[in-house]
């Protein structure tokens, strides 16, 4: 069974009410006093230090000597209380034992809700390989470089679940949203291969043109552009004998207003292209493709 959710079994109400009261005071602690925990919890000093032994253990926290003693949430301690909500509401009942994915920025797990559908599970790890880079590169960073990794990796799994949300609605071809917590996203499980590792395609053509109308929602009906696109975060998923490509990682998205928007439709478009006329042979005029998905033409053919 994977760590996160063999963790999640040892932990009892009061490591819970422990870990909140050390995220809470985080944005006003480095190293949140053992002092403040034992008075916000309003638990006995023997129970906080017990928890607290355990918590850090488990790396759930890190622990702070020295002139006094502190605490500070890990990436795994905010694992377990966004688990323990989407657990306690009914959206998640079991977390797979390995993961479909690690990437530089978000673990991916499948799992399982109370009603046995299978799920994605997805936990930002924003600021993980550098917290630097995320507020150089991240629009929604660029103009908070003092918050913490904490603030930022709530922030990702917000703005992707919204997105998702908002573009669901209007019939683009992206994972059904479920619920999120915290930095953790659960999304319908797709049954789907990446496009880069998808070797013979049914009907390329087809495949494209769906993956442009959803660029082509985001923009016109959503007013968004990915601004990451690559074959990387395709999902083609054969339904009905039909390839549908599913558009996935959302959280760096730009809404349509940003100065830089454009350019980033720009690129992402012309990724895309490149990608279909190098493998598949499809090959198509990127500034009629940019003006169809701006909703400036109909059609591009």
């Known amino acids: 069974m994977a760590i996160i959710a063999l963790t999640y079994k040892k932990l009892v109400d009061r490591d819970f009410k422990?870990?909140?009261?050390i995220e809470r005071e985080m944005p006003r602690y480095e190293y949140v006093p053992i002092e403040v925990i034992e008075?916000?919890?309003?638990?006995?000093?023997?129970?906080?230090?017990?928890?607290?032994?355990?918590?850090?253990?488990?790396?759930?926290?890190?622990?702070?000597?020295?002139?006094?003693?502190?605490?500070?949430?890990?990436?795994?301690?905010?694992?377990?209380?966004?688990?323990?909500?989407?657990?306690?509401?009914?959206?998640?009942?079991?977390?797979?034992s390995t993961t479909l994915g690690v990437g530089k920025e978000s673990d991916v797990y499948t799992?399982?809700?109370?009603?046995?559908?299978?799920?994605?599970?997805?936990?930002?790890?924003?600021?993980?390989?550098?917290?630097?880079?995320?507020?150089?590169a991240r629009a929604y960073a660029a103009d908070k470089p003092k918050i913490s990794w904490l603030y930022f990796a709530?922030?990702?799994g917000e703005r992707e679940y919204r997105a998702l949300e908002e573009l669901y609605k209007v019939g683009?071809?992206?994972?059904?949203?479920?619920?999120?917590?915290?930095?953790?996203?659960?999304?319908?499980y797709v049954e789907g291969i990446e496009l880069y590792r998808?070797?013979?395609?049914?009907?390329?053509?087809?495949?494209?043109?769906?993956?442009?109308?959803?660029?082509?929602?985001?923009?016109?009906?959503?007013?968004i552009v990915h601004g990451d696109l690559s074959e990387y975060n395709v999902l083609v998923s054969i339904e009905g004998g039909e390839?549908?490509?599913?558009?996935?990682?959302?959280?760096?998205?730009?809404?349509?207003?940003?100065?830089?928007?454009e350019q980033l439709l720009r690129r992402d478009v012309e990724y895309i292209l490149r990608f279909f006329a190098k493998y598949y042979g499809v090959?198509?005029?990127?500034?009629k493709v940019l003006k169809f998905v701006k909703g400036e033409l109909e059609s591009y053919k």
Do not use: C
Request: overall charge positive; cysteine-free; proline content about 6%.
């Open 154 to 156: 709530k922030l990702a």
């Open 198 to 223: 998808y070797k013979n395609p049914i009907d390329p053509e087809a495949m494209l043109d769906k993956i442009l109308d959803t660029i082509r929602k985001a923009y016109v009906d959503v007013g």
């Open 283 to 287: 090959k198509l005029d990127v500034e």
């Open 243 to 261: 390839e549908k490509p599913y558009i996935i990682d959302w959280p760096q998205y730009v809404e349509k207003d940003y100065p830089a928007a």
């Open 39 to 96: 008075r916000l919890s309003k638990l006995p000093s023997t129970h906080v230090q017990a928890s607290l032994y355990k918590l850090n253990r488990l790396k759930l926290v890190k622990r702070r000597g020295g002139d006094y003693i502190g605490y500070r949430l890990t990436y795994l301690g905010l694992d377990m209380l966004a688990l323990n909500v989407l657990v306690e509401k009914g959206f998640l009942k079991t977390l797979s």
């Open 111 to 136: 799992g399982e809700t109370p009603t046995g559908e299978l799920v994605i599970v997805k936990f930002h790890r924003v600021g993980r390989t550098s917290f630097q880079r995320v507020v150089l």
């Open 172 to 188: 683009a071809l992206v994972p059904k949203p479920i619920a999120y917590n915290r930095h953790v996203v659960v999304v319908k």
């Open 18 to 21: 422990i870990l909140r009261v």
